[in-house]
């Protein structure tokens, strides 16, 4: 059965950092392109990054570049999202999602984060 | 960046009745490979979003067959053919051919009347 399962999420004051990991299962994790994706209270979906089989290609949209890392461990089955500088704009609950053929099949159920003082 | 539109933004259904939600793009999705990547999405109250339908028609394993998607270029539909009560939530679509970046249409919500 394949699971995802976000972790990390929290509390943090603006300005200040904060790391997500993601736990894979039930699947081969080295095989797939993976994403980060955020969803504000009350609103869509806006996506945050993405990350190559290898870890070698990056990619994120102009809000988080910069500021966002996604990385992955595959030894592990973990994919991870440092984020720095955090704006009460990036509270939200983010998911891991999974890529097969570009396309995103299969979502963790989210982990909080909350930027406020 | 490709735009999606969803319309309508909120759809009322009765159960058993038939309702169609549209996705409208900016710019074509036909990927030169030939392939056109928009997806379907439905996110439940308190879950998770999960794939209904890709390539613009084709259902993802265990999805019931009530569910149908169609559409080319820049005009798409989803289609519910009889509302169960599960099916209430929001649906998304989300666009590939021109990722990075992937783009979301607003959401369509759907909810009994």
């Known amino acids: 059965e394949v699971q995802l399962v976000e972790s990390g999420g929290g509390l943090v004051q603006p300005g200040r950092s904060l790391k997500l990991s993601c736990a894979a299962s039930g699947f081969t994790f080295s095989n797939y392109y993976m994403a980060w994706v955020r969803q504000a209270p009350k609103k869509g979906l806006e996506w945050v990054a993405t990350?190559?089989?290898?870890?070698?290609?990056?990619y994120y949209p102009d809000s988080v570049k910069g500021r966002f890392t996604i990385s992955r461990d595959n030894a592990k089955s973990s994919l991870y999202l440092q984020m720095n500088s955090l704006k009460s704009e990036d509270t939200a609950t983010y998911y891991c999602?999974?890529?097969?053929?570009?396309?995103?099949?299969?979502w963790g159920p989210g982990t909080m984060v909350t930027v406020s003082s | 960046d490709v735009v999606l539109t969803q319309t309508p933004p909120t759809l009322s259904a009765t159960i058993g009745q038939s309702v169609s939600i549209s996705c409208r793009s900016s710019?074509?999705?036909?990927?030169?490979?030939?392939?056109?990547?928009l997806n379907w999405l439905l996110q439940r109250p308190g879950q998770p979003p999960q794939l209904l339908i890709y390539?613009?028609?084709r259902l993802e394993s265990g999805v019931p067959n009530r569910f149908s998607g169609s559409g080319s270029g820049t005009d798409f539909t989803l289609k519910i053919s009889g509302v169960e009560a599960e099916d209430l939530g929001v649906y998304y679509c989300?666009?590939?051919?021109?990722?990075?970046?992937?783009?979301f249409g607003g959401g369509t919500k759907l909810e009994l009347k």
């Open positions: 989300v666009q590939s051919t021109h990722a990075p970046p992937w783009t």
């Open positions: 710019q074509s999705l036909l990927h030169s490979n030939g392939n056109t990547y």
């Open positions: 999602a999974r890529l097969r053929n570009w396309d995103p099949d299969f």
């Open positions: 390539l613009v028609s």
């Open positions: 990350i190559s089989t290898s870890g070698s290609r990056t």
